[in-house]
């Protein structure tokens, strides 16, 4: 009985030692001289008294984005993902470090461990901006957070051009934005003025898995002078095949990593009265690394879909031709190995 | 005397499980320091009319006055230093030990933790009935008669004046039930109110003091002008064919025993 | 005297777990020998000793230092919860999960998480409450609250909320749908300050109320006609240790996630160690649901390069166990 009245004295003794020890924990909003200042998408100003030196990059679309800044030297922790992933070879060849194995990777946007996070001392951390939890146990830590959120292709070339002034390479931000910007006004000139073809775009999940009109593949669509066959306002949906059937759509987009290929579409029974099984409109978009809807090479992938859609007789892009510009122009003299 | 001397008086109690009628405009008293057995069939109502004297159950019509107090504006706490209540049969899902067990008869008088003095209460009640042995055992372990009798330490450790019993024998073999008959009867001479639901009329007969009858809706109350050991009163409440053998001046039933030739 | 030995082992324990706690995890620079040669430093009074001072001080107080008393506290919660939520209503095979409670905060969480400008804390908070609570007052019928009724609202419940959460997740992107999923299966590694701060406050007062009623719960086990006769209104106390279990598990699950069995099997373990009596089951429960926790959460951070969540780990150490005790003991259903 004396050890139960000593623990109720200990659990209120507790409470203030933790009252204590929290607030002067939360407390560090360290003053910061405001040299760099710029809004990410959680509409949070980041205030940084120096360019970044030690970014911890959790998003693989962002990471690219800093090689091609050419801010490769700044990068001290990479998502895991990388590793595992399709794109390990191609960042293989972007970062001596990587292909060795030695650039540390505390975790992955959705797990990390925020040790092996703190233990990098980062200056900058950039990861998506739906990670609240996250965020906020990384920031209470005093360390700086860009978050990202990408609704659209304006939003890439905003995070491009944040991660410039972030990271003191802001020119090269012009340059490739600018370059981005051309090709897809170059798109525009190529478009065919009059019917517009219905597109279906399918995620890697599964023929059922797309993309209403509030998204970047919507966006895609229409960049490629098409329409999207899914006009449900949800980002991302699951439809039925129902809905397919009668939508009816000319093209039919696959991105990459599916398991199947164009074939396994075309050979489906059920599909066989579909516009774009019947004129063999089926096509898989080349791996991640190359199209990323996320990144500046959206473009890449608007080419695609141009050619896709694009009438026998009409004009094509010379595809492997815009592969090797866009790479020259976004990872400069790398370009040549990752090509190969 | 008389008003003394009730420990419990009933006024027109009616009471009605989901429309059925069980007790109908009820009067009867029960007197302070005896031990009254409650008698009856199975389904007569006698188990419900002891769990209204225990505040167990709610009623509307009628009123229960308990030592002077009236039933229905007794608080728990209040009723628990009155009327004890002991369940015809209690299960224990946990293991706890008999010592624990009787010192939640303490309950009503503990704010939250049991001081030292209620400890030794508990103690003194294991002592009382005789089960100082047992103290330290597993309670859901012990024979059914020694489970009875923690309950009853438990009740004497929570020390009310009457206490109100529901069968305390039915799981008992022949001995036990005497045990538990002899302690309720030096309990009463010890100046406590017992009163017991009891299928046995034989034991209740040579262990009471007074006798409620529970029979279509009523209570019928032995009286000194009431003595009920007339085999066609009681062959009346148990619906049978019963011989009375006078006994010490009461009486033993014996069944009629029909034989059938063929 | 054997038992007494091992209570007092067992309240003893935490200090050893919290310090040996501290000189774990996955960094080179916050390792046990660095943590030495740094204290060594300041008792010498060197100012800058060891490595990276700076480094280890962050490591150790702002990484490892919230993460373990966050841990210790929703063990102790969810242990504390179970215990008494297994008294009250007589039935060893309950906990705040069984109620509702998990499949209501991880509805909560997943819901935030979905729509983004929620807090999910504060949702998995409000939405675990909302089931425990729904699923009472779904069995509860004139007054009384029995064993089975409540086993079976809390089984519907938790069916619907577990639906809603699939209706979410279909309707989230395989980014969404990722955080929910590992949301689920505990969420130890986004703990700081903050979310240290912001629970610790329901988690101790839950626990605190059920601490003050733990020798009542001795009453309330024993049957609802014996605590009524014996002066204590059970609706009334179980109502209240309901609430306090319930606050102090939801807060714990908004923060920690889901951390299935916890609250089942640490009671089961503290009665088999030193008996029903919950006047000392309780603290106990505190001292040692926090204290094991602790360790699992340790073997989850170093048994391998990565992290595992700490959910899968107790599922997967509580599951045979439940199994074990459905075997061995009688439940009492009658009454």
Redesign the interface.
């Known amino acids: 009985m004396k050890i139960s009245k000593a623990i109720f004295y200990l659990i209120i003794l507790i409470s203030f030692l933790l009252q204590t020890a929290c607030n002067q924990a939360v407390q560090n909003d360290r003053n910061v001289e405001k040299n760099i200042s710029v809004t990410d998408f959680r509409g949070k100003e980041i205030n940084l008294s120096k360019p970044a030196t030690r970014i911890v990059c959790l998003i693989e679309s962002a990471l690219s984005g800093l090689y091609m800044l050419n801010a490769e030297n700044r990068i001290m922790g990479i998502p895991s993902a990388v590793y595992n992933e399709s794109a390990a070879a191609q960042y293989a060849v972007l970062d001596q470090r990587i292909s060795d194995k030695k650039l540390s990777s505390p975790g992955n946007w959705d797990f990390l461990s925020m040790e092996k996070l703190v233990a990098l001392q980062p200056d900058l951390v950039i990861i998506w901006a739906s990670q609240q939890e996250s965020i906020e146990a990384i920031e209470e830590k005093g360390i700086p957070v860009y978050g990202v959120f990408l609704r659209s292709f304006d939003d890439i070339y905003k995070e491009i051009d944040d991660l410039g002034k972030l990271t003191e390479t802001s020119p090269r931000a012009d340059s490739i934005i600018g370059f981005t910007k051309h090709e897809v006004a170059g798109i525009n000139l190529k478009l065919p003025a009059k019917k517009q073809k219905s597109v279906y775009f399918m995620w890697s999940q599964g023929l059922l898995e797309t993309s209403g009109t509030s998204s970047t593949a919507n966006e895609l669509i229409e960049l490629a002078g098409a329409k999207n066959a899914c006009q449900e306002p949800q980002e991302h949906i699951v439809i039925n095949l129902e809905n397919l059937l009668q939508w009816n759509p000319d093209v039919i987009v696959m991105w990459n990593q599916y398991p199947k290929n164009p074939d396994d579409i075309l050979n489906m029974a059920e599909l066989q009265n579909v516009n774009a099984v019947m004129h063999n409109n089926v096509y898989e978009l080349p791996p991640v690394f190359w199209c990323d809807l996320w990144t500046l090479k959206f473009q890449f992938a608007a080419k695609h879909l141009v050619n896709y859609c694009a009438a026998d007789n009409s004009e094509k892009f010379n595809l492997d031709l815009e592969k090797e510009k866009m790479i020259f122009a976004l990872y400069g003299e790398k370009g040549e190995e990752l090509i190969k | 005397m008389g008003a003394i001397n009730q420990a419990i008086t009933v006024k027109n109690l009616s009471f009605a499980f989901s429309g059925l009628k069980v007790l109908d405009d009820v009067n009867t008293t029960i007197e302070a320091g005896k031990l009254t057995f409650i008698l009856g069939r199975n389904g007569s109502g006698k188990s419900t009319f002891l769990r209204l004297l225990a505040g167990l159950l709610a009623f509307k019509n009628g009123e229960i006055e308990i030592l002077g107090n009236k039933s229905s504006q007794l608080s728990f706490a209040e009723r628990a230093k009155i009327t004890g209540f002991l369940n015809q049969q209690h299960k224990a899902v946990f293991p706890f030990k008999v010592e624990e067990v009787v010192l939640t008869g303490r309950a009503g008088c503990i704010n939250f933790i049991p001081k030292k003095s209620d400890v030794a209460m508990a103690f003194q009640a294991i002592e009382k009935v005789g089960i100082a042995h047992l103290q330290s055992r597993i309670y859901s372990e012990l024979s059914g008669g020694e489970q009875q009798l923690v309950m009853i330490s438990r009740l004497l450790a929570q020390n009310p004046k009457i206490l109100l019993l529901d069968e305390p024998t039915s799981h008992l073999d022949f001995t036990n039930q005497m045990n538990l008959l002899r302690l309720l009867k030096t309990l009463v001479a010890e100046g406590l109110t017992v009163v017991s639901v009891l299928h046995d009329p034989n034991m209740a007969f040579v262990f009471g003091d007074d006798f409620l009858f529970v029979k279509d809706k009523q209570i019928i109350r032995s009286t000194p002008n009431f003595e009920p050991w007339d085999a066609g009163f009681l062959s009346f409440v148990y619906q049978s064919k019963l011989e009375a053998i006078p006994y010490k001046g009461r009486a033993i039933l014996v069944p009629q025993i029909k034989v059938v030739t063929g | 005297m054997n038992k007494r030995l091992l209570i007092i082992l067992l309240?003893i324990l935490p200090i050893p777990a919290l310090l040996v706690s501290l000189f774990i995890?996955?960094?080179?620079?916050?390792s046990g020998g660095e943590i030495f040669k740094s204290v060594f430093g300041f008792l010498s009074g060197e100012s800058a000793s060891g490595n990276n001072p700076e480094?280890l001080n962050?490591?150790v107080?702002?990484?490892?230092l919230?993460?373990i008393?966050l841990t210790f506290l929703t063990g102790s919660a969810l242990a504390v919860s179970g215990c008494s939520i297994q008294?009250i209503f007589?039935?060893?095979l309950t906990d705040p999960y069984i109620l509702g409670l998990s499949s209501g905060a991880a509805f909560g969480a997943a819901l935030a998480?979905a729509l983004?400008f929620i807090?999910?804390?504060l949702s998995a908070f409000v939405f675990g409450l909302l089931a425990v609570g729904l699923s009472y007052f779904v069995a509860r019928k004139n007054g009384n609250v029995s064993v089975i009724s409540l086993i079976l609202s809390g089984i519907i419940v938790s069916g619907i909320f577990t639906a809603l959460l699939t209706v979410v997740q279909?309707?989230?992107?395989?980014?969404?749908l990722?955080?929910i999923v590992?949301w689920t299966m505990g969420?130890l590694?986004?703990?700081?300050?903050?979310?240290?701060?912001s629970s610790?406050?329901p988690i101790?007062a839950g626990?605190?109320i059920m601490?003050?009623?733990?020798?009542?719960m001795?009453?309330l086990?024993?049957?609802d006609?014996?605590?009524?006769?014996?002066?204590?209104?059970p609706e009334k106390d179980k109502l209240l240790i309901l609430l306090a279990a319930t606050l102090a598990s939801s807060s714990a699950v908004a923060v920690a996630g889901i951390i299935g069995l916890y609250g089942l099997i640490i009671p089961h373990i503290v009665?088999m160690m030193i008996?029903?009596?919950n006047?000392q089951s309780i603290?106990l429960n505190?001292v040692f649901g926090g204290t094991f926790l602790l360790m699992i959460d340790n073997l989850s951070r170093t048994v391998s390069g990565?992290?595992i969540?700490i959910g899968v780990f107790t599922m997967l150490l509580g599951a045979p166990f439940f199994i074990y005790l459905i075997k061995k003991t009688n439940?009492?259903w009658?009454?």
Not at chain 3, 61 to 64: A, K, L, N, P, Q
Not at chain 3, 170 to 176: C, E, G, I, N, V
């Open positions: 309240y995890g996955p960094s080179d620079a916050a480094l962050a490591v107080f702002d990484v490892r919230p993460r008393l008294a007589r039935n060893p998480m983004v807090p999910v804390q279909y309707f989230s992107d395989p980014f969404k990722q955080s590992h969420n590694h986004n703990a700081g300050w903050k979310k240290l701060q610790f406050i101790l626990i605190l601490f003050i009623y733990r020798w009542r001795n009453v086990a024993l049957g006609d014996e605590a009524r006769t014996s002066g204590i209104n009665r008996g029903p009596d006047q603290p505190f990565f992290e969540p439940i009492g009658e009454q």
